[in-house]
């Protein structure tokens, strides 16, 4: 499958593309993810990522297409693809649309996750994050807790509460992403290519997006 998941922070894009990806093999492939790796191998797209993370500013658009170009030809995306929170503006939707045609892939589907805001802000708030930056494993208080003393379960370091996981910054990346990214559900509504699941059940989600995709 050649996949988008676009919703708001929070609605579980990360858990539902980990679950599909054992539909059929399909990678997942999130922005902060090849972004991190690319600086981490050191590339020459890898350096110029860098310099603009290490100022805190947002990596331009076309380097991040760059990099995304160079991600889908790598092998293991043959099998199929999940954009994890990828486009996040109309913009990047369009250099996107391009770059598929260029390699003459064809997207299946683009996924919304509808989640009520309640919702989003009870997952994020209770959101804990292995500290290990090699982890980096999410773990939640309520439904996935660390160990008793508040450590990872996998490589033992301390978990945490990330800086954006507070309400108050939550507030505000929703507020942002209903500005940005929430007109990409008309901009994909209209290429015929948007299905909206309202659920907050995970295997539910996944159950009509394979559903949807066998469909096809």
């Not at 593309?17 to 059929?24: Q, R, S, V």
């Not at 292995?130 to 008793?148: G, L, R, W």
């Not at 290519?193 to 009509?208: A, C, G, R, Y």
């Amino acid at each position: 499958m050649r996949i988008i998941l676009l919703g708001a922070p929070g609605a579980g894009k990360g858990t539902v593309a980990k679950l599909l990806t054992e539909f059929d093999g399909s990678v997942q492939v999130s922005t902060g993810d090849i972004l991190r790796s690319a600086v981490k191998a050191g590339s020459e797209l890898g350096k110029k990522a860098k310099g603009y993370m290490e100022r805190g500013e947002l990596v331009p658009d076309g380097l991040i297409m760059e990099i995304m170009e160079s991600r889908l030809q790598e092998p293991d995306c043959k099998k199929g693809f999940i954009l994890d929170g990828f486009p996040r503006t109309i913009p990047q939707a369009e250099a996107l649309k391009k770059l598929v045609q260029e390699l003459k892939l064809k997207l299946d589907l683009v996924v919304n996750l509808d989640v009520p805001k309640e919702v989003v802000l009870d997952r994020l708030t209770t959101r804990r994050t292995c500290s290990n930056p090699d982890c980096q494993e999410i773990y939640n208080v309520k439904s996935k807790p660390p160990t008793a003393d508040g450590k990872c379960k996998k490589c033992g370091w301390k978990v945490v509460q990330r800086d954006d996981d507070t309400e108050e910054a939550i507030t505000q990346r929703l507020a942002t992403y209903n500005e940005k990214t929430a007109p990409l559900i008309d901009y994909y509504k209209k290429e015929g290519l948007l299905k909206t699941i309202t659920s907050t059940s995970s295997q539910e989600i996944v159950s009509n997006i394979t559903a949807a995709i066998k469909g096809k």
